[in-house]
């Protein structure tokens, strides 16, 4: 057995703190007759309108296919809306529709009420200090990837051959 590891533990727990809150959020979400899928899709729309699907897929880390079935079904149910990209006539842009207002503004209730169940216990100022901490953990992932992918770029511009 390894010895126990502070970092090992976070790394742990936070994995283990974030499946049990897609759980129970999925769990939420089904009682407006959507997943918690769609609800990150309609999130991310209410804040960045007028994405293209490629956009929003690498913005969510979804695979195109695994989106554009996400899209299908907000469309059958009326809550976004495709319209054409007057600079790509390949590209669709997304929208909200009327219809998806009213359950945003539930699911933002309903997102608070969550947060209120998995925070219970916790001060403002410890989740305050969190937020920041896990904002200062993001940046040194996004760092170390940024130079992971710029290593990569480097070596395929100089001829590396990598088989495999």
């Keep these: 057995m390894l010895p126990r590891s502070l ?6 727990t936070l994995n ?7 759980t129970y959020a999925d769990h939420k979400a089904s009682q407006f007759g959507i997943t918690r899928a769609q609800w990150v899709v309609l999130a991310r729309l209410d804040r960045f309108e007028g994405l293209k699907q490629a956009e929003l897929a690498e913005m969510l880390d979804l695979q195109p296919i695994t ?27 997304l929208f909200l ?4 207002r009213p359950l945003l503004g539930q699911l933002g209730d309903l997102g608070e009420e969550l947060m209120t169940t998995a925070l219970a216990g916790v001060e403002r100022e410890h989740v305050e200090m969190m ?13 170390a990837i940024q130079q992971k992918n710029a290593a990569a770029a480097a070596a ?7 088989y495999g």
Excluded: S
Excluded at 7 to 12: L, V
Excluded at 16 to 22: C, F, I, N, S, T
Excluded at 71 to 88: F, S
């Design 97 to 100: 529709t009327p219809k998806a």
């Design 131 to 143: 937020v920041t901490k896990l904002a200062t953990v993001k940046e040194n992932l996004r760092q």
């Design 16 to 22: 283990d703190v974030a499946r049990m809150l897609r």
């Design 67 to 93: 989106l554009t079935r996400l899209l299908d079904r907000l469309a059958e149910c009326g809550l976004i809306e495709r319209r054409p990209d007057p600079n790509d006539r390949r590209a669709k842009l």
């Design 7 to 12: 970092n090992r533990e976070f790394a742990f």
């Design 156 to 162: 395929r511009e100089g001829g590396e051959q990598r």
